[in-house]
């Protein structure tokens, strides 16, 4: 068992031709320039990579180009860093690139780094103590105000092994990524090898990746197979977040992936094109208006977005309002994730912010709460946060909702909304798979539900109950099946409804009949007791009755109900006296004449006719109080 190695990103950051790549090789041994136009223009273009281990720290360099054409580059490769090495030779100090790359920096919520004095060799003892001052002056106020600044030359070595030493003091304050959530993995180049056929390349942010594994490609959601994983140069079993990984992909042709699409794990998270987010515009930025569009990198990728400023009006310089983001490309991005606005026109950086709602909404006037509910998400505790997602969410919440938009895993969702449920904030209307709505939004569906069944009550009072799929159907289609089962079961648990198989009354409602409703349904009565098996046609008894149709047909309802009445077939009813009493008839029957009954023995012994005999033979074998024998019965 090897002890695990901590690894640690180390951006480059400043101006063009100040001597990061050359520091780099000095420190690594690697020049990171790759490109063949690299080579010969002698400046970088693209991000350019190297490895350094020292004193029990895998140092990762990515190398930033410092042209200023090339800054949507250098974001792709600022975007996973750890610790910023903000080089300034010492010949030029401060130029345009280094305000620019330590702007990009500080909105990026970089915290960590160390700066160097760079061709140190160039420059007498006065001058560098005059650079020093500078970037002194520079840097007060910010996270690189403590910062080590250090003189090196790439050319004598001078100061390298101090660099060193505070790169790993640095390194040491780094907490890392976590390696224990979704994996998430923002490419940064895509191409393909000899022999292994497409790998792809990135900062691991988040999570862990091996052999094997199932990963989604975003956009697009392709599940791919990997084939193996590099991280340092070297193949290795398994890579973690903070690393500089290389995998390789199985079923896709290096041609359709490209910087700025993600890896992460499958089955979890959504691209969107609507975010809303905090930003902050640099006070050096010009105002922006309401929809301004913008250039917007986040991770390893770019695309034009459109900002509105909640509250309306303008952005002005300086500020840090919550703003909706209206992407012109589906992306993949998490709530936390970092992004850089460049302006659009002349490109420059203007500003950056942090993703609150990665699935946001269209922006309407009369959703007033979104202000709160993001500052809820920004600075919120998870059971807040929750809480109120859960509240926004007036059809149900449902749990791959909750990880789509949090990141969080299964298990700290269902903790979370437990806890919430127990204190009456939520309701988990369902459990496997998980779905919650908000206590209010519940609450007001158990008060329709309860007050449509007393409507049915009032209504119908001839009716025991109303059939539960109608009490459905009234409520529209919003209420899910899950919600409105849950508002049942709460409301009989509290002994507010009964809920009797396919109806549901409320608790303790009884039928009660007008005078001359009971005097008709005794007349009903009477009609079939009287009747015995020679049962008159129901028409013809309901036709009689003092109430009208309608109340009739209901009063014969409840007898059957009652199972004073019995229904034979569709046309034929008895008393349920005449069918005791021919029961005993062929129990008797039985002894003394055998098991056996042909139809005008039945029809003999009971002296109905036939039309009547048939049905209520069938209607005994139902019973299993016959059973069909040839033309027989056989009495049971
Ligand atoms: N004398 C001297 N020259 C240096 C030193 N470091 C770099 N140089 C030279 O400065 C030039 C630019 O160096 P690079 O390392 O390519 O500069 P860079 O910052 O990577 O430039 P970009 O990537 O294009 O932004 C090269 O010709 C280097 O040889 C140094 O410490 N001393
Ligand atoms: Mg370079």
């Keep these: 068992m090897s002890i695990q190695i901590k690894s640690v990103i180390v ?73 910023v090495l903000l080089v300034i030779a010492a010949d030029e100090s401060i130029k345009p690139q280094t305000r620019e790359h330590f702007d990009i920096c500080r909105l990026l919520g970089v915290t960590r780094g160390v700066v160097a004095l760079t061709k140190s060799d160039l420059v007498d003892a006065d001058m560098s103590g005059l650079v020093r001052l500078e970037v002194e002056e520079y840097l007060r106020g910010t996270f690189l105000e403590r910062a080590p600044i250090i003189p090196v030359s790439a050319k004598t070595g001078t100061g390298l092994a101090e660099l060193k030493k505070a790169l790993n003091a640095v390194a040491a304050e780094v907490s890392g990524k976590d390696e224990t959530r979704y994996f998430r993995l923002p490419i940064d180049r895509a191409f393909a090898m000899k022999g292994f056929g497409t790998v792809v390349t990135g900062t691991l942010i988040s999570g862990s990746i091996r052999a094997e594994d199932e990963v989604e490609l975003f ?206 904030k939520i309701k988990i209307v369902s459990a496997e798979p998980l779905v919650l709505l908000g206590r209010k939004a519940f609450d007001e569906v158990r008060r329709k539900v309860a007050e449509r069944v007393e409507r049915f009550h009032k209504e119908n009072p001839l009716s025991p109950g109303i059939a539960r799929e109608d009490l459905r159907a009234s409520l529209g289609k919003r209420v899910r099946a899950e919600i409105f089962r849950a508002a049942l079961e709460e409301l009989a648990a509290e002994k507010k409804l009964e809920v009797q198989g396919e109806q549901v009354k409320r ?47 209901k009063l014969l309802q409840i007898l059957l109900r009652e199972k004073s009445l019995v229904r034979v077939s569709p046309e034929l009813i008895f008393h349920r006296d005449a069918l005791a009493h021919l029961k005993r008839q062929l129990a008797s029957h039985k002894k003394t004449k055998g098991e056996h009954i042909s139809v005008p023995a039945f029809k003999e012994l009971t002296g109905i006719t036939r039309k009547y005999a048939i049905p209520l033979l069938e209607y005994l074998d139902r019973e299993r109080v016959t059973r069909r024998q040839g033309d027989e019965r056989v009495i049971l």
């Excluded at 223009?41 to 990762?60: N, P, S, Y």
């Design 219 to 424: 956009p697009g959601g392709r599940r791919l197979r990997v084939r193996g994983v590099h991280s340092g140069g070297k193949a290795v079993e398994r890579a973690i977040a903070g690393q500089r990984t290389a995998v390789n992909l199985a079923g896709i042709d290096h041609a359709d992936v490209s910087r700025g699409m993600t890896l992460a794990a499958p089955g979890h998270f959504r691209t969107t094109r609507r975010v809303d987010a905090r930003v902050t515009l640099l006070p050096s930025a010009r105002k922006l208006k309401h929809r301004a569009r913008v250039h917007f990198h986040a991770g390893t990728a770019a695309t034009i977005a459109e900002i509105l400023p909640y509250g309306g009006g303008i952005l002005a310089p300086g500020q840090s309002p919550l703003v909706h983001l209206r992407l012109q490309d589906n992306l993949l991005l998490l709530p936390s994730d970092r992004f850089i606005v460049r302006q659009f026109s002349p490109v420059t950086t203007i500003g950056g912010g942090v993703i609150l709602d990665s699935l946001a909404r269209r922006p309407t006037l009369r959703d007033t709460g979104r202000a709160a509910f993001l500052e809820t998400l920004e600075s919120g505790k998870r059971e807040e946060i929750l809480e109120a997602m859960t509240e926004r969410a007036h059809l149900g919440l449902a749990q791959e909702e909750i990880v789509a938009r949090t990141c969080w895993f299964d298990q700290e969702i269902r903790k979370t909304a437990q806890s919430l449920a127990a204190s009456r």
């Design 11 to 83: 951006g480059t950051a400043g101006h063009i031709d100040h001597g990061k790549s050359a520091l780099v090789e000095a420190l690594t041994g690697t020049h990171p320039d790759r490109l063949a136009e690299e080579k010969r223009r002698g400046i970088t273009i693209d991000l350019g990579f190297a490895f350094l281990e020292e004193d029990g720290v895998r140092f990762g360099f990515v190398d930033v180009p410092g042209h200023e054409h090339f800054v949507s580059n250098m974001l792709a490769g600022a975007a996973g860093i750890d610790l």
């Design 507 to 553: 608790a303790g409602a009884e039928i009660t009949l007008q005078p001359e409703e009971a005097r008709a349904k005794e007349q009903i009565e009477q009609a079939f007791s009287g009747a015995g098996l020679a049962a008159p046609a129901v028409q013809e008894v309901l036709a009689k009755l003092p109430v009208e149709a309608r109340r009739a047909e």
